[in-house]
């Protein structure tokens, strides 16, 4: 299934790095995959919440938010937006990153996507998992990684590594 677009998604190169916890990247499949209803699996979405490093945008966690639902779709609501943003910032942290799934393996921003997400910051990333959460959270297995830049959300290719850098909770073997 390919996504909708009424108008070309501009491709370019990452501004800074993606920085997420493995862990974080798993619960994130788990969240997306337990969207469902009553009779299919649904698309799904998870907030990812840290801090931005100087260009580099580091995830500590991922919050789930109340959405509005269907095979085809995922929206959360201003209000749901707005709880997560404010408990995210009593922390000291904020939404950094925004986390959904779609149907089939086209893991592009649709033309719904680009306005999808509320309140966009310059070099805020958006990134699409394939299959409803079955597809892998790394860019080698497929991950739409796509970034605020510009006014503009960007598709940043496959081909740039590193973008995003999932680290384990643990690394061993340094010494």
Not at 8 to 14: D, I, Q
Not at 32 to 42: A, E, I, N, V, Y
Not at 130 to 147: F, K, M, N, P
Request: aromatic share 6%; with cysteine.
């Amino acid at each position: 299934m390919s996504v909708h677009r009424d108008r070309p998604l501009p491709e370019g190169s990452n501004r800074g790095r993606l920085i997420v916890p493995v862990s974080v990247g798993l619960q994130t499949r788990i969240a997306l995959q337990g969207f469902c209803g009553p009779s299919s699996r649904h698309e799904g979405m998870v907030f990812w919440v840290g801090r931005r490093v100087e260009a580099d945008t580091v995830v500590v966690s991922a919050v789930v938010p109340d959405c509005r639902h269907g095979p085809q779709y995922v929206q959360a609501p201003p209000s749901a937006v707005g709880m997560v943003a404010k408990a995210t910032r009593n922390m000291g942290l904020g939404i950094v990153a925004q986390v959904h799934s779609h149907p089939g393996d086209d893991t592009r921003h649709s033309t719904g996507d680009d306005s999808m997400i509320l309140m966009p910051f310059e070099s805020m990333f958006s990134v699409v998992v394939a299959r409803y959460g079955d597809g892998g959270i790394t860019q080698e297995s497929g991950v739409g990684l796509h970034q605020y830049q510009n006014r503009q959300w960007v598709s940043i290719p496959s081909s740039e590594k590193g973008a995003l850098l999932l680290v384990p909770s643990i690394i061993g073997g340094l010494g």
